[in-house]
């Protein structure tokens, strides 16, 4: 019964997606986009993009894991959540400043060392196969796979086998890959899943960092999707929907692949060799990713130069004219993009958490077996298998012709079904592993089931809580999609601003509203995250009601 | 010094507003102040292309202005692109949702109304009646009621006057032609250091019109209908031209901006020389924003070069009609087209008849733009609306896979 | 006051746990559940005290003090559970712990006084506000026999409620548990697989043999302890 809440709002919806695209696209449509000018090139930009850069950010999260295990690491919790509460857009524009002919890295060695007076007319960004959106992808992946990842790893046994695997003789990187990997990957497959399936419809980082002619398939969708004409527009609706199948089948063909690759990868972990090539190749990739994370903390300090510059041409190291508090910042964080963001973080949140905690909760009571856990997982997680560019347009159809509710409404349910899945995906693994004993021990006590929640086991899983708050609420601060298309422009929130900036092309527009997106969403997660703390401090305060 | 400005224009405002209402007789005085009356507490919804942090904050101003003048509320709903607004009317059109719409006013031209006109998808006629369309120079500036060759029959309200342009950094690239057919030439002597905006953009769109009607041997065709034209051979010069001006664009032409601030970043950072733009007076605007270097000079093209102008609309289902024509009414007085020419603010050229202007009002005209002509040689109406989405489709199919 | 088993039975999805449990528990008196692992020495418990898992079919009747249990659910039927790991709550002090047992109708100041009391007798005073991570293992399990003995319990159920603490800290901790059966005279069943906790607390012992049948019966003698208990 808890369960129905998060089935009506987030998974029903979801699930409503592909069938309400279909109709509203209308046959004709649906095959004349597939004839459209460059239509294949744009799909294989698309496939190349998503596969490499989850490949690169999993292969560089594994490696810095490797490198990691067993040993303080502080700095990669630390530089982690910065880099995930960064919109995507932002981190584009960012990365772009730094390769771009005119960019950073070749300003700050230009003219003394490279001769170069004006820019070159070589190009790194916008390539015509999307290596450069894979790289972008890649960077802004990783602390996601990452964090998730080290969650996986805090579950207890990991570091007894790692140690075990060194003591038989294994060295470090192959000692991870073939023992640690293997127990990782059940916890990492739907993140990585997660993060491909977003590649694929990458609007934001595509539209700044993706090639033009043509752009990927999303991009595509998103301009056929904003064509005045009305073919043109079920042109866009039956693009979004053919993203949705190649989604499908490109996550069946790798579902495949790795079923098909398993038994192999198995009887290769247990041949006894102690040196190979995968173990050789971690090493160097290990320092590869962090490079990788400081070029993205590179993007982002060249975002907060650009903030604050009016004009800054080629060679300049640095900015020639400084721009003061002009009118972004003028208006300051008490403008209505902050109020808008605010309020729908804190509602999106608060309610997906609900649903979640409600649904998992649900999931524990029903002890699904592993096969229908899958069923319990997907239903919860349902939004983020669904490509945006397929999900959104259809939320916003059902709306139009059925539901009628307002912009406001209908962008916070939005909001709710990205926050609910991820606060599902993050609290799952908690409140699964709580042992059973606590609620029984309240329940022995005398106490009813409700306070045996409320008063033992919610307090007990408060710090998995405040991390699935944290998590929500950046979601939610950086939605772009659900806010845009929902509010059907009537929402105005840092991250429209941002993304609108960045892809009109002003850059510093960009850098200052990215800044001040970034400024909330880091607040909440420090905040979120520094609760459990203070409630811990203040144990008496928790509880006062209690003793 | 700018306080000054806009306090004398105020005052002026009003009293042009009080002129012209006298003028335009009592039958719309009385309407108008119902309207006036409907529209205090309403909120209007302006969805307008927000791309230029610039113009963004000129509509934040005047919808200040409007709320204190008349407690009217303007939210600005920033557009990537105005098909998106389009769209959006359609989608409540078949939805049968005729009142309450989420769309109030639309900034729009050319193709867009065009599109939204023939499938009644607008509110009116309601432009003309407005007080301040008294001033708008209707004969000097016949593109005022005539968009992309469709009449506006009042479905619209003039807003500004947009001629095409060359924004070049003098001293990077001094010998920048002014005949587009020297442009070759030049990229070849400059590869890479020239490009424009990728249609549907509609600088880059305006940049093919202005090839096509320098280049081709049947410029009149495109002020006819493009399906009763040969648009193969209309068009073939302009693609010869194409094929040989890409190799030497920036990226080889294998990629282009995405808009025109994204052009404007490329001149900016000095990847290009020179960049396209809409407004004449936009070049000086943004060296005086600092963000170009002085020697930055504007250039029109031999032959002349496409004007037209961009207009503000009501969609049939809007929720604050009346809201929506009391700030389109606004956008139209002296107070507002002044500040919208100056170069602080936008640099966009007034609608209005200039010499019908009080003399305090003509000389901040000048002032505001520091005595810059808003002219850049000879105007060229706009072709067809047909031929917008013929050449897009065109230069799609060619370059743009 | 007195619990009573009738006829308790327990079948898993793949085996009979065990039946034809029949068994009378007077206050104070102890009854050990003996058995190896997976003979349904916890299901019993868990069975007693109202946690029935889902997969496990059950029958029989319980009574406690002339009242049958089957129906309530586990917070009404007032028995008092104490865990293999002290398991008090992490998020509370000590004292806040042992409040959480004390019922909800007594006055805030008779709750507070209540936990001293209780803290003192144990020889735990003054650990009121520490974080229960820092007590010694003894100190959590009197704490956590506390808390339930708060709780104003009619039996007590034990789930192998020593086997966590070390051997000197057992024979100390299986004192204070004999005394408190003794002082509040509630009849008590102990799941353990140790026959020194049956002897130390006076029990007698039902012996699981995970089958379908259940035998009551003494202590096997001293020199078999060390092999194990099966009898």
Redesign the interface.
Known sequence: MPAVPLLVLVTLPSALAVPCLFILSGPSAIVEALTL???T??LAVTLISATLGTGLATALSLALLASITGRSSRWLRLTMPPLLATPHAAMAVGLAFLV???GWFLRLISPWATGLE??P?W?VA?D?WGLSLAIGLALKELPFIILLAISATQRGHLEPSFRAALSLGYGRYTAFIKVIAPQLAPAMVLPVAIAFIYGLSAVDMG?VLG????PPFAVLAL?K??????QG?RLGLALSLHLAVITLFTLLAFTGLALAVRPGLRAWASNGQRRNVVGWILGPLAVLGRFAVLTSALALAGLVLWAFA?????PAALPE?WTGLD??WARGLWS?ESLNTLWLAFASSVLGLALALSFVLAERQARPSARASIGWTGAAVLPLLIPQMTLIPALL?LD??VLGLS?WALALWGHVMFTAAYAYLSLRGAVMSLDPRYGKAALALGRPPWQALMLVELPVLLRPLMASVAIALSVSVAAYLPTLTLG???L?TFT??AV??A???????AAQFALSQAFWALLFFFAALAVPDLAHRNRRGLAAHVA | MLHGISASISKSAFAALALTMGVSGAVFAQDWEETVAAAAGQTV?F?AW????RIN?YI?WAGDRVREDFGVTV?H????????????V???QQ?K?ITGG??DLIWING??FA?MKSEGLLFGPWAEHLPAFAGVDVEGKPTTVLDFQTPTEGFEAPWGMAQFNVIVDGA?APDFPTALSDLTDWAAQN??RFTYP?PPNFLGTTFLKQATLALSNDPDALYAPVDVADFAAVTAPVWAFLDQLHPNLW?RG?????????????L????TAATLSFFPLEGPALVA?????EATVVQGFDGGSIGNTHFVAIPFNSSAAAGAQVFANFLMTPEAQIRKQSLAAWGDATVLDESRLSAAEQSALLEATNGLSVSVGSVLPEPHPSWT?ALEAAW??R??? | MSLELINLSAQAPSQALFSGINATIGPADVLAVMGPSGSGKTTLLNLIAGFADPPVRWGGEVWLAGERLCHQPPHKRRLGLVFQSPLLFPHLSVGQNLGFGVPGNIPAADRRARVDDALDQAGLGGVFDRDPQTLSGGQRARASLLRTLLSEPRALLLDEPFSALDEATKDDVRAFTAAQIERYGLPTLLVTHDPRDAESLGADVLHLCGGATAKTGSLPAPANWAKGSNV
């Not at chain 1, 999707?225 to 009305?230: E, G, Q």
């Not at chain 2, 709903?77 to 959006?88: G, M, P, S, Y």
């Not at chain 2, 294998?254 to 490329?266: D, E, I, K, M, T």
């Not at chain 2, 900016?268 to 990847?271: R, T």
């Open positions: 000018p460059g239509i090139k744009s771009a002919p005119s004006r820019p007319l190009s916008q015509p539209r090639p033009t002619t043509p301009s999707l904003s064509d005045p004409s009305a527009w009016q004009r800054w041409r080629f004219r009118w972004v209505v159809l139009l012709t912009p059907q422009g009537r105005e429209v601003e609108a900036a892809t009109g092309g002003s850059r510093r527009t | 919804f969805n927000g791309g230029d942090e904050a934040a939210q709903v920033k557009l990537a692109d105005t098909a998106e607004a389009v769209n959006r359609r989608l409540e939805a949702k989420s769309i193709e867009n599109t990077l590869p890479g990728q990226q294998q990629n282009f901006p995405v808009s025109g601030p994204a052009a404007q970043q490329l900016s950072d000095a990847e924003a600092e963000t170009f270097v989405s799609l199919q370059y743009g896979s």
